[in-house]
């Protein structure tokens, strides 16, 4: 549980104490109440991913976490995380237990010295004599670029350290589409109707013009409109149109 299962003086403790009001915390302890001996008969199954005990467990606990948790009980979980997420101190501040924390853990240990240590090599850091870690701009003067890096540091903390039971999170880097990512050497001019709603775009590409319906097919001499399909050639991207390499 979110309250319930800290254990109090920590400092996962002290940083929930910091967000959630009194009432807000019995509440979730009165969750807790309802829900704890349930988790743990599905926890005794945890072992054996195929036994169907296991899987019934899970899914009864689902279906009661479901009820026990409100809606607004579950929106107040939302925003105490984002607002620990969103303090740049929530790390930095509480460094030295955080990491006695994670080196009960090799795997969260090493996922948070990998992000401190790609932050460090981002100027977003600075690693002091010691292996304290500050911000390499003053508390003052951090950009918006240090508050968004220092939010996925301190995500990253609460996923892997402090909450690791009940905030999943992964540290891999997300996926961008090649096609979205890679350079292009054409300009598209959208446009659109009276209502704001788009209805194709024109490409100015290499001298030509390419005019392009709202479903990005090409609209040329033919009958019915061209499809287009797209390739990463060389470093750039480079679009196809009925047989013919852009």
Request: charged content about 25%.
């Amino acid at each position: 549980a979110l309250v319930a299962g800290v254990v109090a003086g920590t400092v996962t403790f002290r940083l929930l104490d910091g967000v959630l009001s009194p009432p807000v915390r019995k509440q979730w302890a009165g969750a807790w109440l309802t829900l704890r001996n349930q988790k743990a008969t599905a926890d005794k199954h945890a072992g054996d991913p195929d036994s169907p005990a296991k899987a019934e467990r899970l899914a009864v606990l689902g279906r009661n976490i479901a009820i026990a948790l409100p809606a607004s009980l579950r929106e107040t979980a939302g925003a105490a995380i984002g607002a620990l997420a969103g303090r740049p101190d929530t790390f930095l501040a509480h460094q030295t237990e955080i990491l006695a924390a994670a080196a009960k853990s090799p795997k969260a240990l090493a996922e948070l010295r990998t992000e401190l240590k790609r932050l460090a090599n981002w100027g977003v850091l600075v690693e002091q004599n010691g292996g304290v870690y500050s911000t390499a701009h003053p508390p003052d003067a951090l950009t918006p670029a240090d508050h968004y890096y220092l939010r996925e540091l301190n995500l990253a903390v609460l996923s892997q350290v402090l909450l690791p039971g009940f905030l999943e999170r992964s540290p891999a880097p997300l996926f961008v589409d090649p096609r979205l990512a890679t350079a292009k050497s054409w300009r598209d001019a959208y446009q659109h109707d009276s209502h704001g709603a788009r209805t194709g775009w024109i490409r100015h590409f290499e001298g030509r013009t390419y005019r392009f319906d709202a479903d990005g097919r090409l609209l040329d001499d033919a009958e019915k409109p061209s499809p287009v399909s797209y390739r990463a050639d060389g470093g750039r991207l480079r679009f196809e149109v009925a047989g013919s390499k852009n």
